[in-house]
């Protein structure tokens, strides 16, 4: 009996205060999968608008991913270049995909968010080479209860520092 009041005095803790969980996955090794990268477009998924509210738009987190991603020297593309360079493969490029969604956990008070950052890069099939796809290669996710706006910065900020750490690990060579 002891013990199951234990337990729901943890799972009220982490209601009341909040709580985060996260985790990153490349394909088997992240040099495989990002090396070679010479450019990154960053793409962020429509906003809710309860998030907005909260002031979390797309410019924000794309200003922040940019400036992140910049001031390690990871070359940034414009959508247009980024492109481009898909459909004439000139260019060994990938988008980075941010996205930010909240349900309502439980009771109207406790919100759950969910941030997922991945990298999307354009591979062919080995059975059937003619075959083009575009493909998450990396991926990082974050997972909130009840961040306050600048915790959930911080949340976004985590996942883009596990990509920018896997990515000079995959070009440092």
Same mark, same amino acid.
Do not use: C, F
């Given at each position: 009996m002891e013990r199951k009041s234990l337990s729901v005095f943890l799972v009220m803790l982490i209601f009341v205060f909040g709580f985060s969980i996260s985790g990153a996955h490349a394909m088997d090794d992240p040099a495989a999968a990002l090396s070679g990268l010479k450019g990154i477009y960053v793409n962020i998924a429509p906003i809710d608008s309860n998030l907005e509210s909260e002031g979390v738009t797309a410019n924000r987190l794309r200003n922040e991913a940019e400036g992140r991603l910049k001031k390690d020297g990871i070359n940034i593309l414009k959508k247009d270049?980024?492109?481009?360079?898909?459909?004439?493969?000139?260019?060994?490029?990938?988008?980075?995909?941010?996205? @930010?969604?909240?349900? @309502?956990?439980?009771?109207?008070?406790?919100?759950?968010?969910? @941030?997922? @950052?991945? /990298?999307?890069?354009?591979?062919?099939?080995?059975?059937?080479? /003619?075959?083009?796809?575009?493909?998450?290669?990396?991926?990082?996710?974050?997972?909130?209860?009840?961040?306050?706006?600048?915790?959930? /910065?911080?949340? /976004?900020?985590?996942a883009l520092d596990l990509f920018i750490q896997d990515f000079r690990s995959a070009n440092s060579r």
């Open positions: 270049d980024y492109d481009r360079y898909s459909r004439t493969q000139t260019y060994q490029s990938a988008r980075l995909d941010i996205s @930010v969604t909240s349900e @309502v956990g439980g009771s109207e008070t406790h919100r759950i968010y969910v @941030v997922r @950052v991945q /990298i999307i890069q354009e591979a062919r099939l080995l059975r059937k080479p /003619i075959i083009k796809i575009s493909a998450p290669t990396w991926e990082a996710l974050k997972i909130a209860v009840n961040p306050g706006e600048g915790s959930l /910065i911080m949340q /976004i900020q985590e």
